[in-house]
């Protein structure tokens, strides 16, 4: 990880070499050489001018006397290797390349960069860009940037972004709706630094409240999610992560790579990191706003305090669509609300007032104190249109949260302002107090959905993949004692079909004999590696003839159903490679005979029939997030439903059953139509027993299991496949 000191020089200096210093106008090198003039530390120019601002300038960096914390260059992409290279010889411990023409250019910039980089590491000296904005420290003042101006400060949202535009739109933002900032930092090409170590170093900067990531991409993506699974139980997280691509997942072999694509993935590792993701840089700049200047909400009931009818039904659908509640009020609290309002006003939620002019002033505030100080509601947002967002209701608003606040109520007050531009001025009163307003309901219920589902996450601990070392081999888990296969569970809604080629696993427990083609495990030897992670496996005979899968049905009990084993056959249905309802000799003989002859050298697979509900368990190694596990209903469709939810291995109990339970079609485990309700409890430790294997087996890149049948009396897999990377001979013995 980044030390302490490598970003504190980036973000709290006490001396500055502004390497391209200029005093002509309109230059690079004067713009900066202004944006420092407030920094109240000491700034060195290195410029081949005597002067720069009237102060002597230095030719070259090691020119300067002294110890220098950060160097900020601004010079040509080809000046710079050598210039990262005088800051290690002068051991200055960070730099802030803006000038661009690296890697985003082509190979000769990239060419470039690496030996920036290379120079920078060999003198211990942290690179941030290059082809960067800059940084900016609002709290000190440090505008490092090319911004035109500081942020306002004091608020303690410090973003993360690759964007120069989003830098700029920080210091709008703060000077139209009063966003506040700690820390801006510009990554650019993000050449050195890793997101991962950002937001390490955020988690424990005492100025940061809330963290806003606006990225292209995540660098160091399994270290990223660990720090951030140990982050947002303190501090909220937003993000918007571009490169929505599915490409990666083209050539995918099992059901489990084909639905986790790269974009599926990284959604829900931010999700299981408790990162709050959004679609736009605006919908994260509210949300900041809305966290950092009122206390996180504890919960997703809103009270929407309104004077018309039609906003507060439209803002009521919409914070809905966010997975809120507008809940009705106990019939106590509705007493006391309409002891403040007209008789004809609704005290239900939303309480409208109608448009009683003359109580405005009074009634809004009042109404926002009664339902925060209530115990019955965890946001109040009040509506302010029209008339109602006039200076003496923003007055009276801002009053009354100020109230809140000294009285250490934890309910945020968000206000969603619907009024003309000229009553703008009245909307910065709220904001300077710390009230956020929204235009328009979307915005409003936007924000507040994200400040809920960061509130929630905030104190609770993370889960064992972020205890997990990252690293490029994950440390094999224990492995648990051969159990016997469960008792089959009851008839259920789907018997079992679908298919799964088995695959292979270069592992010493898997002898080398059963290597059989390209990475694949035979079925015998794939059945017995699950079985000693303690995952129940439905009895299963390798038969090949039809005379031996006859008397393997015999031994096992009828009915029983024949499948084609074959490592070219990946989907066994869609070759018709599954016979179910086999109840005789003859029937199983017949079925074998027409499997055997579907590819040259195919086996039969023959097992006791059993049912249940088809669920699909899998893993797979994700380039970016490392072993991630996947489950949800399974079955021949399950790639046409896609009804799965995907999580970063390992996990545990809890979060497997948040899996099953987050399923679009979860109420069918209840029960339907008389069925009796499915046992959840086993299904989450083959989930759980599916995420060790993958984080304790980095051989392995895809696993199914598909299908699981489920039930009231347990679960057991009946098909799967295990992908370990290809090799050309077996793994030693």
Known sequence: MLTDAG?????????????????????????????????????????????????????????????????????????????????????????????????????????????????????????????????????????????????????????????????????????????????????????????????????????????????????????????????????????????????????????????????????????????????????????????SGQPAPRGPRVAVVTNSGGTGVELTDLLADEGLEVPELSGPLQEKLRALLPDYASARNPVDMTPAWRLFTTVYPATIEMLARSGEIDVVVPVLLQRSASQEVAEAVRDAVARLRDDGVPVPVYVCWVAPRSADPHAALLQEAGVPCFAWPERTARAAGVAVRCGLRIGRPPGPAALEEPGPVAQPGRIAPQTPDPAPPPRGPAEQSGGARAVALGTARCPPHRYRHAGLLEPDAARELLAAMGIPVIETAVCDSAGSAAAAAGRLGYPVVAKVAHPELTHKSDVGGVRLGLRDADAVRAAAEDLLALADGAAVLVQPQRAGIELVVGGIRDPEFGPVVMAGFGGVLVEATRDVQLAVAPVDQAQAGALLRSLRGAAVFTGLRGSPPTDLLPVADVIVAVGNLMAGHPEISELDLNPVLAGPAGCVAVDWRILAGLRTEPAPP
């Open 7 to 291: 970003l504190s020089a980036v973000f709290e200096p006490r001396r500055v070499a502004l390497v391209g210093a200029s005093d002509r106008a309109g230059s690079l090198g004067r713009l900066l050489w202004d944006n420092l003039a407030d920094f109240p530390g000491e700034v060195l120019p290195v410029s081949p001018a005597a002067t720069v601002g009237g102060r002597p300038a230095y030719a070259d960096l090691r020119d300067v006397p002294g110890h220098v914390d950060l160097a900020v260059i601004a010079t040509p992409a080809a000046t710079v290797p050598g210039i990262v290279r005088a800051a290690a010889a002068k051991r200055v411990t960070a730099v802030v390349v803006l000038s661009a023409g690296f890697a985003e250019t082509g190979a000769d910039g990239a060419k470039l960069q690496a030996e920036a980089v290379a120079a920078a590491r060999a003198g211990g000296v942290r690179l941030v860009g290059p082809n960067c904005f800059g940084v900016q420290n609002a709290d000190l003042p440090l505008n490092a940037s090319i911004s035109v101006g500081t942020p306002l400060g004091g608020g303690g949202v410090s973003i993360v972004t690759q964007s120069g535009s989003y830098g700029m739109a920080v210091h709008a933002l703060g000077r139209d709706e009063g966003l506040r900032v700690a820390k801006v930092y510009a990554a650019g090409n993000k050449a050195d630094i890793t997101d991962a170590e950002l937001l390490g170093y955020l988690r424990q900067d005492p100025a940061t409240s809330v963290v806003c990531l606006l990225l292209e991409s995540i660098t160091d993506a399994r270290r990223f999610f660990a720090e951030a699974c140990r982050t947002t139980p303190a501090k909220p997280v937003i993000a918007v992560v571009g490169g929505r691509t599915g490409a990666g997942r083209r050539a995918a072999v099992s059901h489990t790579a084909a639905l986790a694509t790269d974009d599926a993935v990284r959604d829900a590792a931010l999700r299981q990191a408790g990162v709050a993701r959004v679609r736009t840089g605006l919908q994260a700049l509210d949300a900041a706003r809305a966290l």
